[in-house]
């Protein structure tokens, strides 16, 4: 039996979300914008463009084409300088198993990530080459909670959509694998995430049964 498994980067893979965290807190903070975790986690998954937008839309604030544009160049500048000096250390607990058990499966495996830093990252901590697909930022016009990317990573691997499992840390993204009528799992907390299938905190909660059940399951 094969299933697509498709992995969201930032917060799944690997703990950026928190530097996305730090980067728009300073450039909201520098606007007079308050930001708390709370707004925080409605960004996440959610592209660089409309993150800004809720920002500015929280602050009341509008701005030129060019200031937005310098904005998101600023936010994205301060972000890399957090992820210049990332390892392989800062992949999140137990992911390499999941992966390494998956592949012994013989199971497709890909990226669905709104990041357009994802190919990048995925090279700096050494997970390049451990996806069958990959599937960014730069590939999709429709952010989550639209299905685009997911849909597309499923034509990726040759599995049709509701074969598929998507591991998400987002609301936005379990949003998206829901309407792609794929299995979502959210990866963090049961109430930020009660919409996906299935809710663990991180992947070393998964057992191997829950795998081998969901690859069987029909
Ligand atoms: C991910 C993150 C978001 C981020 C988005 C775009 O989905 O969860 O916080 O805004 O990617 O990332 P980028 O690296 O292109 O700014
Ligand atoms: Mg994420």
Known sequence: ????????????IVDTAKYHFLAW?????DLGIDFTEHQNEQ???????QSLEKIL??????????????LMDKKNSDYLSHIETMKEDEILVDVPKVLTFLKNKQQPIALGSASKNARKIL??????????????GTNVSKAKPDPEVFLI????LHIAPNQCVVFEDSIAGVQAANKADMISIGIGEQDVLGEADFVFKDFSEI????LTQLINKQ
Do not use: H, P, T
Request: no cysteine.
């Open 207 to 210: 057992s191997i049964e829950f």
């Open 1 to 12: 039996n094969k299933r697509g498994f498709i992995f969201d980067l930032d917060g799944v």
């Open 57 to 70: 839309d929280w602050g009341g604030i509008s701005i030129s084409e060019l200031e937005f544009q310098n």
């Open 43 to 49: 960004l996440k998954g959610v592209s660089r463009v």
């Open 153 to 156: 990573a499923a034509k990726e």
């Open 123 to 136: 090279k700096k901590v050494a997970l390049y080459e451990s996806f069958d697909a990959i599937v960014d």
């Open 25 to 29: 807190k300073k450039l909201a903070n």
